[in-house]
């Protein structure tokens, strides 16, 4: 009889083995498809592609909000309560004003990579509660990435926030570890992260929140940081309270496509608490406007991207629509801290302004220099298609944007 029962067991344990090697196999297909195809999507994977990570020692996968609070966030995503469409705030000082157009360096992103650049050459403050859904990830607040909310308990940001790598190169080749520490806040609520010497920032404005938990989309790393992955999706310790200061921005449905319903004239809106043109570190939310490239042969560092899940922006120049000018008709290009950061565009068309609503469809990855040698240079950078990511960002967090055209 013992026999026969130890027989049981070992058959029970020899099933549960094979099991697991099968199911091992199975994700091991998946990643070994993403290593060989340019045309692999997310779209059925239920999550599979995220790796997860607790500062709480709890499961690590972030929660979900419940479908009555996605219809609710769906209808409320998006509008901006305070100072929509004002003007950037400038400094007073002409000398502080025209402190900048020198000093060029090769742009790094914050964990010294190259080619990982902020908004450089943006003039001015973007005015409280103009960008609701913006945040700065970082601590004693310095930050060194941007992101933006999502829901009452989610930030949208680059995998690559979340990593410093011992070889620091474009391709993040070689040894890794989580760079997400007890003292890692996110800052929401406001665009002052501290006083500034222009005295745009007269005192700090933003609150902050700790980390739960983080997930981050892992193919990012086993295809060189190349493949239109630098996805990552952070869990906040308390829900945001929305407010006039504080919103979610929507998410584009999972078949939006820029070639199809957006005008290749169409502004698109990038935010960032990157460093300026002069490698200083940004006190506070600076934002600049951006038109996607005519072809692919524009985007920086092209070879190491696919172009489904890749949007390749261009900064606007003297040729192009007045509105997309910046600041004394200067391009701006992003730098080192604005990774993660949104490119939004409005996602309705209104006639009254308070009825204009944004969603973000890019995720700031990559870029060439912040300043070029020639200021009237066009500024690339490649950010991750938001899109692409869209039906596992619902799996995930449970924000799920209608499956329905847009009517830009």
């Not at 506070?284 to 042969?297: E, F």
Request: aromatic share 8%.
């Amino acid at each position: 009889m013992k026999i026969k029962y130890i027989f049981i067991i070992v058959l029970l344990i020899v099933n549960s083995f094979i099991e697991v090697v099968t199911k091992s196999v199975a994700i091991r297909s998946v990643i070994d498809k993403t290593s060989e195809s340019d045309n692999w999507g997310p779209p059925e994977t239920g999550g599979i592609n995220y790796f997860h990570i607790s500062s709480t020692n709890e499961f690590g996968v972030v929660r979900k909000i419940t479908p009555v609070e996605n219809d609710k966030l769906q209808k409320s995503c998006g509008y901006v309560k305070k100072n929509h469409l004002e003007e950037d705030e400038i400094p007073e000082d002409e000398n502080i004003k025209m402190l900048s157009k020198r000093n060029i360096f090769n742009g790094t992103d914050f964990e010294g990579r190259g080619g990982f650049n902020a908004i450089a050459y943006a003039k001015g403050k973007v005015p409280e509660g103009a960008v609701p859904w913006a945040v700065g990830i970082g601590m004693k607040n310095s930050v060194s990435c941007t992101g933006s909310i999502i829901s009452p308990y989610h930030v949208l940001t680059a995998a690559h926030c979340l990593f410093k790598y011992k070889v620091a190169t474009v391709r993040c080749i070689g040894e890794k570890r989580i760079n997400l520490f007890s003292d890692t806040r996110v800052y929401y609520g406001g665009t002052c992260l501290k006083k500034s010497v222009d005295n745009l920032c007269k005192k700090t404005t933003v609150k902050e929140k700790r980390i739960r938990r983080a997930s981050y989309n892992y193919v990012y790393n086993i295809n060189n940081c190349g493949y239109g992955s630098d996805v990552a999706i952070i869990e906040v310790e308390s829900p945001f309270e929305f407010d006039e200061l504080t919103q979610p921005i929507c998410l584009p449905s999972p078949i939006f496509d820029v070639t199809v319903e957006m005008d290749p004239k169409e502004i698109i809106h990038s935010i960032g608490f990157g460093k300026t043109e002069l490698n200083m570190t940004s006190v506070y939310l600076r934002r600049g406007k951006n038109l996607i490239c005519k072809n692919t042969t524009d985007s920086y560092n092209s070879r190491y991207v696919f172009s489904n899940a890749i949007l390749c922006m261009r900064s606007c120049n003297i040729n192009d629509n007045l509105d997309c000018l910046g600041y004394d008709n200067m391009r701006t290009g992003i730098c080192k801290g604005d990774s993660g950061g949104p490119d939004y565009i409005r996602m309705n068309n209104v006639t009254n302004p308070t009825d204009q609503r944004y969603m973000i469809i890019g995720i700031h990855s990559s870029g060439s220099e912040c300043t070029p040698k020639e200021l009237k240079e066009k500024v690339y950078h490649n950010s991750v298609k938001v899109s692409h990511h869209v039906k596992e960002i619902c799996w995930l967090t449970g924000v799920c944007p209608q499956n329905k055209k847009t009517n830009l």
